[in-house]
């Protein structure tokens, strides 16, 4: 049982480039976020899905897209990298609003 | 900006002693999480606990939530080094499924 896991680990990116960060769990949860986790700035949303076909924005969206064909997977697209969207980005999977979530071990993203 | 704020923002602590970190948050919730953050590694879920609950234990944590204070805390007693972490509270504002996380704190528990 994986869990939820995140590809790449690392990746460094010239501002301007695009590319998708992965994320797929194993425990066919409906509930899936991505964060981005800044020194000193905790965990902020940037977009969320509560099932396949469904996602929705959160704190700061700007300068990513999402999709959600599957249960199963859940790819954040940086359309255009930037060096502000250098960070650590964590996906996470939920059973359901009333359960924990399960993060990814996350992927160290830097642009330069 | 965030919907919780933990304090203290860090916290430095005798092996044995009990640490306590509070949340505080700005909207009506259906439920607070917390979380623990071990250095350069992903968050795990520690509890979670509901507007219409009061209190919730695991083990060694205790968590507390105040809906009219719009407070939570958690207790960790008898700590050891291997609580060493980030502590963050994670609320969803009411009606929505989203989880926003606070700023966390960073709790050191010296051997």
Redesign the interface.
């Known amino acids: 049982n994986a869990g939820v896991t995140q590809t790449p680990k690392f990746q460094v990116l010239k501002t301007g480039q695009s590319m998708t960060l992965q994320c797929a769990q194993d425990m066919n949860h409906e509930y899936m976020s991505w964060y981005r986790q800044d020194p000193g700035m905790g965990l902020r949303l940037i977009h969320y899905s509560v099932g396949a076909g469904i996602t929705d924005q959160g704190e700061v969206p700007n300068g990513y897209n999402v999709s959600r064909s599957t249960t199963e997977d859940f790819p954040l697209r940086l359309l255009s990298a930037a060096p502000s969207q250098t960070s650590v980005y964590f996906c996470a999977s939920s059973h359901r609003d009333n359960y924990g979530y399960t993060f990814g071990s996350g992927t160290r993203l830097t642009v330069v | 900006s965030?919907q919780g704020e933990e304090d203290p923002q860090a916290l430095s602590i005798q092996e044995g002693e009990n640490a306590t970190m509070n949340c505080s948050y700005k909207t009506s919730i259906?439920?607070l999480?917390w979380?623990r953050q071990n250095s350069g590694?992903?968050?795990?879920?520690?509890?979670?606990i509901?507007s219409n609950e009061r209190e919730k234990h695991s083990g060694r944590l205790r968590v507390t939530l105040d809906t009219s204070k719009k407070s939570s805390s958690l207790l960790i007693t008898a700590s050891r080094a291997a609580d060493t972490a980030s502590y963050?509270c994670?609320t969803?504002g009411s009606g929505t499924?989203?989880?926003?996380?606070?700023?966390?704190t960073r709790l050191k528990v010296l051997a």
Request: glycine share 12%.
């Open positions: 965030q259906n439920n999480q979380y590694r992903g968050l795990v879920h520690l509890i979670l509901r963050f994670a969803d499924y989203k989880y926003i996380f606070g700023t966390g």
